[in-house]
């Protein structure tokens, strides 16, 4: 532990899931890290069910409370939670994660190492019965583990398990609030807090855990939104003078289609056709009101 310890605020958007954020909320007060060195920010974006009650049980001690926002997505209410923190870190999760108990001591430790750095975690789907959730997740490990390197500046990350100086996260702007659903807003900033010449470090310790039951359905529209979400961010880049990256080379493919079979996972044929299914619903959803005019070539 470093001796001095920065001030956290962890920024919680939610919408309409009381449960799982009562449930973030108790990992996070079981921090092992000084209760008067970080406060939690839960951010409603707009529930139909008011969170209030369940933020008021947790008392005082680490600080929590509740900002409105105006259901204008995860990406403006992550926002309006940075806007409204008094810590020197700002660390990003979600209502349906649970931070482990070292999680902050650990991005602590990691910011130390690096100084003006971000650091980002790894997340663990904890629905492992649930195939859906598994696939999901493990593409996202693919990714992390494709794109980073353990305590070395990275280019993947995301918003379930993200922790960022405060004062740089508003010097960007926060994150665009063109996007207006779950996809795609975590990737942007990366890419521009990477141009603008600061690092964000692999930090694969910190570990929150995720549990996000899906169906075949809901899995589906999440990645399709993947695809939306790409789609708002190719534009972006358009509007800044920049190409869209290029689509990975085939062994990135080959490789994510065999990522089950590697890690020796339950049912490795049914995960590897939902990784591939995964990746045509991004597609579609990428394409799916047309590319826009940035676009076409």
């Known amino acids: 532990m470093i001796a001095d310890p920065p001030s956290f605020s962890v920024v919680v958007p939610t919408r309409d899931r009381p449960a799982a954020l009562?449930?973030?909320?108790?990992?996070?007060?079981?921090?092992?890290?000084s209760l008067d060195r970080f406060e939690v920010v839960v951010v409603d974006d707009r529930s139909n069910t008011d969170p209030g009650p369940i933020v008021s049980r947790f008392g005082t001690r680490p600080g929590i409370r509740l900002a409105?926002?105006?259901?204008?997505?995860?990406?403006?209410?992550?926002?309006?939670g940075?806007?409204?923190?008094?810590?020197?870190?700002?660390?990003?999760?979600?209502d349906d994660c649970r931070p482990r108990p070292g999680w902050i001591s650990t991005l602590a430790d990691t910011?130390?190492?690096?100084p003006g750095a971000g650091a980002g975690g790894r997340t663990v789907n904890v629905l492992e019965s649930n195939p859906f959730s598994t696939a999901s997740q493990m593409l996202i490990d693919y990714l992390c583990d494709y794109h980073n390197e353990p305590g070395e500046p990275g280019s993947f990350f995301t918003t379930s398990n993200l922790a960022l100086p405060a004062d740089d996260f508003g010097a960007l702007g926060g994150f665009s609030e063109a996007f207006d659903s779950p996809g795609g807003e975590d990737r942007e900033f990366v890419d521009r807090w990477i141009q603008s010449g600061r690092r964000?470090?692999?930090?694969?310790e910190a570990i929150v855990d995720h549990a996000h039951p899906l169906t075949l359905s809901s899995f589906l529209r999440q990645h399709a939104r993947y695809g939306e979400g790409a789609r708002v961010f190719h534009r972006l880049l358009r509007r800044n003078g920049r190409p869209p990256p290029r689509l990975e080379p085939p062994r990135f493919y080959r490789g994510l289609i065999g990522e089950p079979?590697?890690?020796?996972?339950?049912?490795?044929?049914?995960l590897a056709a939902l990784l591939a299914l995964s990746q045509a619903a991004t597609a579609l959803g990428y394409l799916a009101v047309g590319p826009p005019a940035e676009l076409r070539t």
């Not at 940075?82 to 979600?94: E, H, P, Q």
Request: hydrophobic residues 45%; aromatic residues 8%; positive net charge.
């Open 22 to 33: 009562e449930r973030c909320l108790r990992a996070l007060v079981r921090q092992e890290y």
């Open 261 to 270: 079979f590697r890690a020796g996972a339950d049912r490795p044929v049914l």
């Open 68 to 80: 409105k926002g105006r259901g204008a997505g995860p990406a403006a209410a992550r926002n309006l």
């Open 111 to 114: 910011l130390a190492r690096r």
């Open 82 to 94: 940075a806007r409204v923190a008094d810590g020197k870190i700002l660390a990003f999760t979600d």
């Open 200 to 204: 964000i470090v692999w930090a694969p």
